[in-house]
């Protein structure tokens, strides 16, 4: 056994062991809305947002893009579970940053082993095998975030399963000071 799943397990001993009453929270969010943000392990969006369990659904991906499988999560989360109002919340010094799509299938194709990220960018390491399978995934890497959040958050207003009646408001999450900063034209 791994130290990390020890370290979860014993952990989730003392979670489960003062659950209480959290057991009885209903499936809808009690808030009634949903995030959208990056799997970075520097946000934290129940501090951020001041959640609470219950309170909202949290989609995470890398770079907190509105991909397919985000918009499928968003469009349940509305439509079953009655959510009224989505946050897009990309962030400062975000990994997806650091790369483009030819990078990380260049470096796919070299090796599976974990890259170095040094001054110059990402570095395979790695002795191979690879695989050439990188090659049909969009990586939806991200150039400028708040650019990327006015793409997101215009990609789900105009998407034909999420209706015009949803706020959709954008923001960047400053990772130096925890702030969220609202990107002008994406909020409305």
């Known amino acids: 056994m791994s130290k990390v799943l020890k370290e979860v397990l014993a952990a989730n001993r003392q979670y489960s062991g003062s659950f209480g009453e959290k057991g009885?929270?209903?499936?809808?969010?009690?808030?009634?809305?949903a995030i959208l943000t990056c799997m970075d392990a520097r946000l934290d969006p129940a501090k951020f947002a001041g959640l609470a369990e219950g309170d909202a659904h949290v989609i995470r991906n890398?770079?907190?893009?509105?991909?397919?499988?985000?918009?499928?999560?968003?469009?349940?989360?509305?439509?079953l579970l009655g959510t009224?109002?989505?946050?897009?919340?990309?962030?400062?010094?975000?990994?997806?940053?650091?790369?483009?799509?030819?990078?990380?299938?260049?470096?796919l194709d070299s090796s599976l082993e974990t890259a170095d990220l040094t001054p110059a960018g990402f570095r395979d390491v790695g002795k191979g095998p690879g695989s050439r399978a990188g090659e049909f995934i969009e990586w939806l890497t991200i150039a400028d975030p708040k650019q990327a959040v006015l793409d997101d958050v215009l990609r789900l207003r105009n998407h034909p399963l999420v209706p015009p009646s949803i706020p959709i408001y954008g923001y960047v999450y400053d990772v130096t000071s925890g702030k969220l900063v609202e990107v002008e034209g994406a909020s409305r």
């Open 62 to 79: 890398a770079g907190g893009r509105a991909s397919d499988d985000a918009i499928r999560s968003l469009v349940i989360s509305y439509k």
């Open 24 to 33: 009885k929270l209903g499936l809808p969010p009690a808030r009634r809305f």
């Open 84 to 107: 009224r109002e989505f946050f897009v919340i990309h962030h400062t010094n975000c990994g997806m940053e650091f790369f483009t799509n030819d990078v990380i299938r260049g470096l």
